[in-house]
């Protein structure tokens, strides 16, 4: 009966991030909208325009090999499992202990590496050129998530999510480099998921682009799976800065049905708030230049190293 | 018994080796034959090393080598386990060889000297005393040498082969010297004694360095590298796998054997030298690796980045050994033993599939490749999998390890010494920059070199290669998802050798539910390969049977979009140098010198334009033209101090006895 309640709590989670993940970019690009005094389409645009392509005819490139057509599914499932293994409205869930915060950094590694060799596959200069920018970008980007990594797990002792959260729920203090790492770990989230100043989710513009350029070739289901995956992503970065900084509300390992209500109404209404704040960030800033990208990223790795530092030199710090 | 069969084993490779020189010219297919043994010995050395045996060391002396010493042996824990990796991959390498050893021109130039190579790596592992050990070892040296040599119509091979011998002899003087003095006033050269000797901390030290610098030079370690990405890919590819894939690991052997055996209880900062090192052989190395496009050279470089990965995890283990952390050390000494077991996987597999695609498409420069996906099929497979392998991309092996050097590392605050503090997060955050890099560096090999379309005539004519190939390679990469999904067993494999070297032991991870690993507790970290992998596998399943069955299935090729403007020409696409260009912008200045020449014709000249890209390594023109220069300088003066005058002679000799005069009235 346990193991039955624990195998539906973990399921709820997985539908409920796949459900929301679209919900989400829908939102934040209403609120830019909105901000920007357009009325924006609708907030449940994101599922019509999936389901649109989920309809539509698939047209591979002459030269596309399997591992143009296996990627996508690949890249989703990589995101989803990731997606899975964080706390969203209840610690403790089934799958959790099966990978730590590092195992998440790299199955979306994974995704990556997926998604930049699928960008070399047709063998054209678009994709090739956004497989490149992504590889530089995640190599610094990267590092930067590992220093955080780092930062959060000295200070709670555990690399794994729910331990983190739970740490953070017990004893909450203002730390320096508690901080140092929720700015890196924004920084990073802006640039994983492609948003402004690093990429525009928005454009279509050759040369602006990084994630664009790689997907250029897909049409059909592919693209459904791909824009998935990305909404997944977005949501899966906010959840971890949500699991790790603010993790009030989340129902602890083995509460009852009113607590887990609870934990997912908090945990949508962290949601909301996560997805108006990224869209208040991306209208009050611009593109930057393709060069100045290391420099912002190399910003989050700065702060990540001098947050593991000062946890090496001093506990309280 | 084990230790018996080992060496027996041993002299049937001698034996093999001297059969292929008496086979040479006749018309038996000794290439067959050979390798074939070959693969039954390494199998029957691996089958006894793995063999289950008590905890105690096997020992047998025989009557060779020094008169009344004679030649020690000894088969304990930490030889079985690197007997076993080199076995492996000496087994793989052979049967990889049955096959792509046809190709061979000149195999009489290659056949006796590759048993010969197997044997002195096994003999390095066995070895029990220094005489034995430096013997074997310049065994392994020399008949490697002479197979990186094996092609030498190419001056580049010659080139390449010089400077192995020329760093390899500096190797073992240093190996030499260190045992030296190890060994002491009394020359005890037996292991067993030096064992038990007392080594002041001075010695100590000079000893670690030594051995950095020996048993370093020959896995790879910077600044002593230079010589890996000539030597490794000028041999042919199953000699590069064992070299890349196996003798790196025998020099790791070498470096553990004097460190952490030998010398006695470690200082705490032991563990800073090789840390450092490794932190910078591991960046240096990758990239290096990011801007090469030759794809043998491209796996060389990536080899001395792995090298530096395990030597940051040993000088983890140092410092949590002399600090008494048991469990910490035996943590970080079981990830590098672990990722050296993995490397000698994953290079294997990545050196095979260089030869595939050197026989295959008859080149090595991906700028000229492309679009194997589509001629070899089984070679791309198995390429891709061993590419997210060395990318350390769970669920395979490579993340593992990575992940208990993580761990190790996050361990680290409790370190007393502020050294070590302030180090080891610096170490931790260029370990994950390489890391970062490998991922980007194995995009780009095998995105340019296997996808796209083909870039020359060579490799849209490319061949599926031989079965006995591709099945070499498959074993291999089913052995890293294996060793990824399962890594308790491996870690339980290991935990006696760190108990015997750091003193402690790791947590029997057999016991802990569902497969799962838990190196400290599970409520610190945990990782289930097993559960990962099903997980994703289920899930893309169920999304591609989802979409198949509630979406369209139509689908129709058609020409690339590429925005609008499909071009026809493979020339369109992105190249290997346009590919690590931006990171050879953000980054490449620390360890190299990168320039761009663009010439330009005027508007109206039909000239075409060229771009050139010129590559220098500051540590070649900083450090070795320097001392190349000086040599020559030296070698120049005492060529022309040969030919001076007999009054010339009588000075110089006047001017020695005064100068031995003088300082000997300064000493009193």
């Known amino acids: 009966m346990a193991m039955i309640l624990e195998i539906a709590a973990q399921g709820a989670q997985m539908g409920l991030v796949l459900a929301l993940s679209p919900l989400l970019v829908g939102l934040t690009r209403k609120a830019k909208a909105r901000l920007l005094r357009r009325r924006g389409p609708s907030l449940f645009q994101p599922y019509r325009d999936l389901l649109r392509l989920l309809r539509k005819e698939t047209v591979l490139a002459e030269n596309a090999s399997w591992l143009f057509r296996s990627a996508p599914y690949l890249i989703f499932a990589a995101t989803w499992v990731a997606a899975a293994l964080i706390p969203t409205f209840a610690t403790g869930l089934m799958f959790s202990w099966s990978g730590d915060l590092i195992a998440i950094a790299a199955l979306l590694g994974s995704a990556r590496f997926f998604l930049a060799l699928a960008g070399m596959d047709v063998g054209t200069s678009f994709g090739g050129i956004g497989s490149s920018r992504e590889t530089m970008f995640a190599s610094f980007a990267e590092p930067a998530t590992i220093m955080i990594v780092f930062t959060v797990s000295l200070i709670a002792g555990s690399t794994q999510l729910s331990e983190i959260a739970a740490s953070t729920l017990s004893h909450y203090e203002l730390r320096v480099s508690f901080g140092l790492a929720l700015i890196a770990l924004a920084i990073v989230a802006i640039a994983e998921n492609g948003r402004i100043p690093v990429d525009n989710p928005a454009t279509h513009l050759e040369l602006t682009m990084v994630h664009e350029a790689m997907v250029l070739e897909y049409s059909g289901r592919h693209l459904a799976m791909i824009e998935l995956a990305s909404a997944l992503k977005l949501l899966l970065y906010l959840s971890m800065i949500a699991c790790i900084f603010a993790p009030w509300g989340m129902a602890p390992a083995g509460a009852g049905a009113r607590a887990l209500g609870l934990g997912a109404l908090a945990y949508v209404a962290k949601m909301a708030v996560g997805g108006f704040l990224l869209a208040f960030f991306e209208i009050s800033t611009a593109k930057m230049r393709v060069f100045r990208v290391p420099d912002f990223l190399g910003a989050a790795l700065m702060l990540g190293l001098l947050g593991t530092l000062l946890l090496f030199v001093s506990r309280s710090l | 018994?084990?230790?018996?069969?080992?060496?027996?084993?041993?002299?049937?490779?001698?034996?093999?080796?001297?059969?292929?020189?008496?086979?040479?010219?006749?018309?038996?297919?000794?290439?067959?034959?050979?390798?074939?043994?070959?693969?039954?010995?390494?199998?029957?050395?691996?089958?006894?090393?793995?063999?289950?045996?008590?905890?105690?060391?096997?020992?047998?002396?025989?009557?060779?080598?020094?008169?009344?010493?004679?030649?020690?042996?000894?088969?304990?824990?930490?030889?079985?386990?690197?007997?076993?990796?080199?076995?492996?991959?000496?087994?793989?390498?052979?049967?990889?060889?049955?096959?792509?050893?046809?190709?061979?021109?000149?195999?009489?130039?290659?056949?006796?000297?590759?048993?010969?190579?197997?044997?002195?790596?096994?003999?390095?592992?066995?070895?029990?005393?220094?005489?034995?050990?430096?013997?074997?070892?310049?065994?392994?040296?020399?008949?490697?040498?002479?197979?990186?040599?094996?092609?030498?119509?190419?001056?580049?091979?010659?080139?390449?082969?010089?400077?192995?011998?020329?760093?390899?002899?500096?190797?073992?003087?240093?190996?030499?010297?260190?045992?030296?003095?190890?060994?002491?006033?009394?020359?005890?050269?037996?292991?067993?004694?030096?064992?038990?000797?007392?080594?002041?901390?001075?010695?100590?030290?000079?000893?670690?360095?030594?051995?950095?610098?020996?048993?370093?030079?020959?896995?790879?370690?910077?600044?002593?590298?230079?010589?890996?990405?000539?030597?490794?890919?000028?041999?042919?590819?199953?000699?590069?796998?064992?070299?890349?894939?196996?003798?790196?690991?025998?020099?790791?052997?070498?470096?553990?054997?004097?460190?952490?055996?030998?010398?006695?209880?470690?200082?705490?900062?032991?563990?800073?030298?090789?840390?450092?090192?490794?932190?910078?052989?591991?960046?240096?190395?990758?990239?290096?690796?990011?801007?090469?496009?030759?794809?043998?050279?491209?796996?060389?470089?990536?080899?001395?980045?792995?090298?530096?990965?395990?030597?940051i995890a040993l000088g983890l283990a140092l410092a949590f050994k002399a600090n008494g952390m048991a469990l910490p050390a035996a943590l970080a000494f079981t990830a590098a033993l672990f990722h050296a077991f993995n490397h000698s996987l994953f290079k294997s597999i990545l050196f095979f599939g260089a030869g595939a695609v050197l026989t295959g498409a008859g080149e090595r420069d991906i700028e000229r490749l492309g679009g194997l996906i589509h001629r070899m099929p089984q070679t791309a497979f198995v390429m891709l999998g061993a590419a997210m392998a060395i990318s350390a991309l769970p669920p395979f092996n490579g993340f593992v390890s990575e992940w208990m050097i993580f761990q190790a590392i996050l361990l680290s605050p409790s370190l007393p010494q502020w050294s070590l503090k302030l180090v080891v997060p610096a170490v931790g955050a260029t370990l994950a920059l390489s890391a970062a890099l490998t991922a980007g560096c194995f995009v780009r090999a095998y995105g340019v070199a296997f996808l796209g379309r083909a870039r020359s005539e060579a490799a849209a004519a490319a061949r599926e290669v031989d079965p006995w190939s591709r099945s070499a390679m498959s074993f291999l990469l089913a052995l890293c998802l294996l060793a990824g999904v399962l890594p308790s067993y491996m870690i339980d494999t290991i935990s006696p050798a760190a108990r015997l070297f750091v003193g402690g032991r790791m947590p029997a991870q057999e016991e802990i539910p569902w497969l799962s690993i838990a190196p400290i507790a599970e409520s610190r970290s945990s990782y289930n390969g097993l559960l990962l992998a099903v997980f994703i596998a289920a899930s893309a399943a169920l999304a591609a049977w989802l979409v198949h069955v509630l979406a369209s299935r139509k689908m129709r090729r058609g020409p690339a979009w590429d925005c609008g403007f499909p071009e026809q020409s493979p020339a369109t696409q992105y190249t290997a140098s346009s590919f690590s260009q931006p990171v050879r912008r953000a980054l490449g200045d620390i360890v190299f010198v990168a320039r761009e020449h663009l010439d330009m014709p005027a508007p109206g000249d039909t000239r075409p334009a060229r771009f050139g890209l010129e590559i220098r390594d500051r540590l070649f023109d900083g450090f070795y033209m320097p001392v190349s220069r000086g040599v020559g300088y030296i070698a120049d003066f005492l060529n022309r101090a040969h030919y001076l005058t007999i009054q010339g002679y009588l000075g110089l000799v006047f001017a020695a006895l005064v100068l031995l005069l003088l300082v000997v009235a300064i000493w009193q």
């Open chain 2, 1 to 311: 018994m084990p230790l018996t069969i080992v060496l027996w084993s041993v002299a049937a490779l001698l034996g093999a080796g001297g059969l292929a020189a008496a086979l040479a010219g006749r018309r038996i297919d000794a290439t067959r034959l050979v390798y074939g043994l070959c693969f039954g010995i390494c199998l029957t050395i691996f089958a006894a090393a793995v063999m289950p045996r008590g905890a105690a060391a096997l020992t047998v002396a025989l009557p060779m080598g020094i008169p009344w010493v004679g030649a020690h042996f000894r088969l304990d824990v930490l030889s079985a386990f690197f007997l076993a990796i080199v076995n492996l991959a000496g087994a793989a390498a052979s049967f990889y060889a049955i096959g792509y050893g046809a190709h061979e021109k000149h195999p009489s130039r290659i056949l006796p000297f590759f048993p010969v190579f197997l044997a002195g790596m096994n003999l390095v592992a066995l070895a029990d005393d220094a005489f034995s050990f430096l013997v074997a070892w310049e065994f392994m040296s020399l008949s490697s040498w002479a197979l990186v040599l094996a092609h030498h119509e190419d001056a580049e091979n010659r080139r390449a082969a010089f400077i192995y011998l020329v760093m390899a002899s500096f190797g073992a003087l240093s190996l030499l010297l260190g045992f030296g003095l190890l060994a002491g006033a009394s020359g005890e050269y037996s292991f067993a004694s030096i064992r038990a000797a007392q080594h002041e901390p001075w010695k100590a030290g000079l000893v670690l360095g030594l051995a950095l610098l020996g048993a370093g030079s020959k896995a790879g370690l910077a600044p002593v590298h230079i010589w890996l990405p000539l030597a490794h890919p000028a041999a042919p590819s199953h000699v590069s796998a064992l070299m890349s894939g196996a003798m790196t690991k025998v020099a790791v052997y070498g470096f553990i054997r004097i460190v952490f055996d030998l010398l006695g209880p470690p200082a705490f900062w032991w563990g800073i030298g090789p840390m450092t090192l490794g932190a910078a052989t591991a960046a240096l190395g990758i990239l290096f690796a990011t801007i090469q496009s030759d794809l043998k050279k491209l796996l060389a470089y990536s080899t001395i980045e792995n090298i530096g990965v395990i030597f």
